[in-house]
């Protein structure tokens, strides 16, 4: 029985949360990023050259900014200079490299000078800046002897360690008098000259041949000079040298060996091997050859990897019957270890078993809607198990707890619920039963009885009306407080109580009554209660 009253209200309170963002700014600073432009060599000096003739040397631009570098075009001032061998605009990205030649062609004797004006800009920029490189030659009259070495530098490229390669260089007197070489020498790790004995004299117009030979003791890029004297007008001629000693590709595996551990007899698994050319120079792999039961995908031989290139792909293992397996990959390739042989090995365990504890459940008497859990677990042995699908036979009956499919390890057990949630009333039974590569089908029996929800009940009681003439009430009910409300009584109560049986449970209903005089007038409203109903 409940008292009619008025329940106080409540006003929520509402917050605000104010976020504070600041943002920096990075801007890049553009001269920093031109000073990463590197010229070899910054001052150019092309010594002695007859009027007339010209001799050119190379000038290299290397770039170790990070934002790309555009060289919009080289300008060169001084008549007797001349810039070739590059085309513009010309892109230079982190690291590269890039090489012009400067030709000296004296209009006359003397000292002459002359600039090069490099004019660059940094990535989207609109602005450019420059850069200069001095130029200075001298020019002497043309009956002196000059000598002139082409090519004018010699690049090996990469050669093994332990080898050599040898390159041919030609001496020529463009002069007009005889010209006599003192000296022919080579500096420079791995670099040496043969083929030309001084003293040795060359008149003019006559050329001769001399080998120069690089033969690295070591991995890595050098350079060198081959300087030769005479008594030219320019005394002492350079020839810049370079080259990279590299060592042979070296074929190398990681890991080292694989093991696969237990694996299901009928399953699979699939691990990563990864084979690496630890070398200098590039390899080939010929030929991957398996054994022991093993085998491999995602790797496709004849394979080439350049110095430092790695491949990944996957080695599997597949025991279709029990027992222990080793066998190994054989890499065949022409690195300086021709055959690389990775162990492999793993077990393989007979079908597993799958065991249901307990394998009956009953859940007693259970309410029609509401829904009830037991808890039943599988346990592996024999082997690793996966558990793939479930089929459950009842719409009543489900299964929590465990998401599939899922493998449970030899030994271990793993724990779920049992789901039941009646729709009517009456005895239900059923059955779950478990899909998996074990060698049985594990079933779990269920059983229950759905029973009807109880009836719920509101009892109201109010105050008579004062009033002399009240014929009876009308009895009114709403979900939502203040209304709007509906008659719930089918004919005017005489007395001052009623009960409401049509109420549901967890539901909150809010109750107010009228009088009726004699005339059939009608009251306002009283006073609102609630009534909150329990569920079930």
Not at 192 to 209: R, Y
Not at 222 to 249: C, E, F, K, Y
Not at 329 to 335: D, E, K, Y
Not at 342 to 355: E, F, R
């Amino acid at each position: 029985m409940r008292d009619l009253d008025f329940p106080n209200s409540r006003i929520p309170r509402a917050f605000c949360l104010s976020l504070l963002f600041s943002f920096f700014v990075f801007t890049p600073n553009a001269n920093a990023e031109t000073r990463h432009l590197i010229i070899n060599p910054p001052t150019i000096n092309f010594g002695s050259v007859n009027v007339g003739a010209s001799k050119t040397q190379p000038v290299t631009m290397t770039y170790m900014g990070w934002r790309k570098l555009t060289i919009i075009g080289i300008a060169e001032y001084g008549t007797d200079f001349a810039v070739g061998g590059l085309t513009y605009p010309l892109t230079l990205t982190h690291g590269r490299s890039v090489t012009g030649t400067v030709t000296f062609t004296p209009h006359a004797t003397g000292t002459r000078q002359g600039r090069l004006i490099i004019t660059k800009r940094i990535g989207d920029q609109k602005w450019s800046t420059t850069r200069t490189v001095t130029l200075i030659g001298n020019g002497i009259g043309s009956g002196a002897g000059q000598l002139v070495a082409t090519p004018s530098t010699v690049s090996f490229g990469n050669v093994q360690v332990g080898g050599s390669q040898t390159a041919v260089e030609t001496l020529r007197n463009s002069g007009g008098t005889t010209v006599t070489i003192s000296n022919v020498s080579a500096t420079g790790s791995g670099f040496s000259t043969s083929g030309l004995t001084s003293p040795f004299t060359l008149a003019a117009g006559q050329s001769a041949n001399l080998k120069v030979t690089f033969s690295p003791g070591a991995a890595g890029s050098t350079s060198g000079n081959l300087a030769i004297t005479s008594n030219a007008a320019d005394p002492v001629l350079n020839v810049a040298l370079s080259g990279t000693g590299s060592t042979p590709g070296q074929l190398a595996a990681k890991p080292a060996s694989v093991s696969f551990g237990s694996v299901a007899t009928g399953s699979n698994n699939t691990l990563a091997e990864t084979l690496s050319n630890m070398g200098t120079s590039a390899l080939t792999i010929s030929q991957l050859v398996p054994s022991g039961g093993f085998s491999y995908s995602g790797i496709n031989p004849p394979l080439t990897l350049g110095a430092g290139q790695s491949v990944t792909f996957s080695i599997i293992f597949a025991p279709k019957t029990g027992g222990t397996f080793s066998g190994s990959l054989v890499a065949t390739s022409n690195g300086s270890n021709q055959t690389l042989t990775v162990p492999l090995s793993g077990s393989a365990a007979g079908p597993g078993q799958l065991t249901i504890s307990p394998s009956t459940v009953n859940f007693g008497n259970v309410m029609d809607g509401t829904t009830q859990t037991q808890s039943a677990s599988l346990t592996a042995s024999n082997g690793p198990v996966t558990v793939s699908s479930v089929t459950v036979s009842a719409s009543e009956f489900s299964l929590g707890g465990m998401a599939l499919p899922v493998t449970i390890p030899t030994g271990y057990t793993l724990t779920f619920s049992a789901v039941f949630k009646p729709t009517s009333m009456g005895a239900v039974s059923g059955t779950l039963s478990f899909a998996s590569n074990a060698s049985n089908t594990p079933k779990l029996t269920v059983s229950g009885v759905g029973t009807t929800p109880p009836q719920h009940s509101v009892a109201l009681r109010w105050s008579a009306s004062t009033s002399s003439n009240v014929m009876g009430y009308n009895i009114y009910r709403g979900t939502v407080s203040g209304g709007p409300y509906t008659q719930v009584n089918s004919g005017l109560d005489t007395t001052t109580t009623d009960t409401d049986s049509t109420v549901q449970g967890g539901q909150t209903y809010y109750y107010v009554v009228t009088a009726i005089d004699s005339a059939g007038v009608e009251s306002a409203y009283s006073n609102q209660t609630t009534a909150v109903i329990p569920y079930p």
